[in-house]
């Protein structure tokens, strides 16, 4: 990236060239970290950076200082993509300069780190998670699966899941109820269903939705393309494959690009990794004719460390 603009970097001050160093290596260490290069410039790249300048806690000034040396550097390429990425570097110098740029809840990394560690405790039974929990987890897992679907979700629904999503799922069923969830469809509507779910959900991440009357689904998937911006996706990136409103931590100066559901798929696996990385895995065993349990239980505490849990 430097190379490239090694000419225009000889002609800076001392003081000058320190500060188009940094920025550039900031930009540089961005392109490197996604497999983009020069070649990839363009406005949404300018954009993403942006994004990833905010996230990291840059302040506004920062990121202004950090666009003009983009816009001035990009200033004369003569690439129509490049012409367009200088153009929008001074856009959003101009934005943030006159404070117009709102920053989601979700782009702060305290914010996201607390919401992170509640789901991961959900996951791993430290902290009961309720059937609005229940409902958010599984939908995350699911690739930010529809809240309505799950509201509706019957028992013969459970056996298209695996792995954690079906354990919840199971834990939720009942002999009496043909409904996964204890909702009590029969008595409520929809609607007083959805309102009952989302102030369960914003009483919960009250520092997320803060005094707004949320939507549960925008809720949902605000968290879940924060879970795929995390797992290395860029914000247009995961802005194309969410699966609803994201209010809570896209800002409104990313340029949303088309759907694109092959992308989707592939963060919708990161994005369950994530969550169940650090939760309890269940695996059958089957012990060969005349081995004992218990001399199982001997044999695997004896050479196996960390022994694994055995029932």
């Known amino acids: 990236m430097r190379e490239k603009f090694q000419s225009k970097l000889s002609k800076l001050s001392a003081d000058s060239l320190a500060k188009y160093r940094r920025s550039l290596s900031a930009l540089e260490i961005f392109m490197i970290g996604h497999g983009l290069s020069v070649a990839d410039m363009s406005p949404r790249l300018v954009e993403d950076f942006v994004f990833d300048l905010m996230q990291r806690g840059k302040s506004a000034s920062a990121i202004v200082s950090t666009l003009n040396v983009i816009s001035s550097v990009l200033k004369g390429e003569t690439a129509a993509d490049t012409i367009a990425a200088a153009t929008r570097a001074r856009e959003l110098a101009r934005q943030f300069r006159t404070s117009a740029v709102a920053i989601p809840p979700l782009v702060n990394e305290r914010t996201f780190g607390d919401c992170l560690t509640r789901l991961q405790a959900s996951l791993k039974g430290l902290q009961p998670a309720g059937v609005a929990g229940d409902i958010l987890i599984v939908s995350l897992l699911g690739g930010g699966t529809p809240v309505d679907q799950l509201i509706e979700m019957r028992k013969a629904t459970v056996t298209t899941y695996t792995g954690k999503a079906k354990q919840i799922l199971e834990c939720n069923l009942s002999t009496t109820r043909d409904y996964v969830f204890d909702l009590r469809q029969s008595y409520h509507t929809p609607r007083q269903i959805r309102q009952k779910l989302t102030d369960s959900l914003s009483a919960t991440f009250a520092d997320i939705v803060g005094k707004d009357k949320t939507d ?7 968290i879940w393309v924060a879970l795929a911006i995390r797992c290395g996706a860029t914000a247009s990136e995961a802005l194309a494959c969410a699966p609803g409103p994201v ?37 059958a065993l089957h012990m060969r004719t005349g081995v004992t349990f218990e001399q199982l239980q001997t044999d695997i505490a004896a050479d196996i460390k960390p022994a694994p849990t055995l029932f």
């Open 216 to 222: 549960i689904d925008a809720l949902v998937s605000s």
């Open 247 to 283: 209010p809570y931590i896209i800002p409104d100066f990313i340029t949303a690009p088309e759907p694109d559901t092959t992308a989707r798929s592939r963060w919708a696996k990161a994005v369950a990794t994530l969550l169940t990385r650090n939760t309890d895995h269940w695996y």
